[in-house]
């Protein structure tokens, strides 16, 4: 493979970096294949086995001339792909200054990190959004959508790309036009929740327990494993609005692992009771009952 640095210098936002290498390389291939992106792109080395105390690391200086990788097994090699885009992120986003005498050392809080605030956090973050544009770019994930949402298509996803199942619903979540959400769980007890900007207030926390009144939860009491349909579920359960309709469709592994995709529907003008009278809400009164 051969691709040009030159043409990705001065490219700063992750998303547009990942979609210039992706018009260098021209026809998708599927999963793509990163180890001959790095190398195509100064890095010279990619190593991978099993290391102690990081995820991943970028050996380089701060011109960049050359760079090695060292990706982490332990938590799979589908893990391991996802840590060399990482860190081939971190070696092409040059403002990106190092954190470490000779590089870069990620921790695995570091390749989940999508909070927004210091340097360090956002160099992480940014490191991570280039990782899914590189590895899962939206013209591989419009090929697998479905006409509705579908965690079943986010499965595919996974094993045509060759990325995590979290990954791929994130990014179903992302491309998808419906107003999404999705609740990653353990054995009933919410671990954390991503949506769509259009999705409304979402009330649970981390630790919370998923509503009984929900799917979700019978899921996971009757111990069911594999995929539910999609189901009219209490929107009050999730949101703090009960003028939406939320359906919910749950994958759970035997594990306890669950992934619940919500997607809200706001009813229509033929739905909605008539509007209250516009004189009393432009005072910011209650209208009189
Ligand atoms: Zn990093």
Redesign the pocket.
């Known amino acids: 493979m051969k691709l040009d640095r030159i043409d990705l210098f001065d490219i700063r936002q992750p998303d547009r970096l990942a979609k210039a290498i992706h018009t260098q390389i021209g026809d998708l291939v599927l999963p793509v294949p990163v180890e001959d992106i790095a190398t195509a792109l100064d890095i010279s080395e990619v190593r991978t086995g099993s290391f102690d105390g990081f995820e991943?690391m970028l050996l380089t200086d701060q011109a960049r001339r050359v760079g090695a990788i060292l990706a982490n097994t332990r938590r799979g090699l589908r893990r391991a792909r996802f840590t060399i885009a990482?860190?081939l992120g971190?070696f092409l986003l040059e403002h990106h200054v190092l954190s470490s005498e000779n590089g870069?050392r990620?921790r695995a809080q570091?390749?989940k990190e999508t909070r927004e605030g210091r340097r360090h956090q956002k160099?992480?973050t940014r490191?991570n959004q280039f990782a899914i544009g590189l590895l899962a770019p939206f013209a591989a994930v419009d090929q697998y959508l479905s006409e509705d949402p579908d965690l079943h298509d986010a499965q595919q996803l996974r094993d045509e790309l060759d990325v995590s199942l979290e990954a791929c619903v994130r990014r179903l979540i992302e491309q998808r036009s419906e107003p999404l959400a999705a609740i990653w769980s353990k054995d009933a007890r919410v671990r954390y929740w991503h949506k769509s900007n259009d999705f409304c207030f979402i009330q649970l926390k981390q630790g919370d327990r998923l509503p009984q009144t929900t799917q979700a939860f019978r899921v996971h009491a009757e111990s069911r494993s594999g995929f539910t349909a999609f189901s009219e579920s209490p929107p009050m359960a999730w949101t703090s609005s009960d003028d939406i309709e939320i359906f919910e469709q749950t994958r759970q592994s035997p594990s306890g692992h669950a992934v619940t995709l919500l997607w809200a529907d706001k009813p229509g003008p033929d739905d909605l009771d008539e509007e209250p009278d516009p004189y009393h809400r432009e005072l910011g009164e209650p209208g009189f009952r």
């Open positions: 991943g990482h860190e971190h870069f990620c570091d390749l160099q992480e490191a």
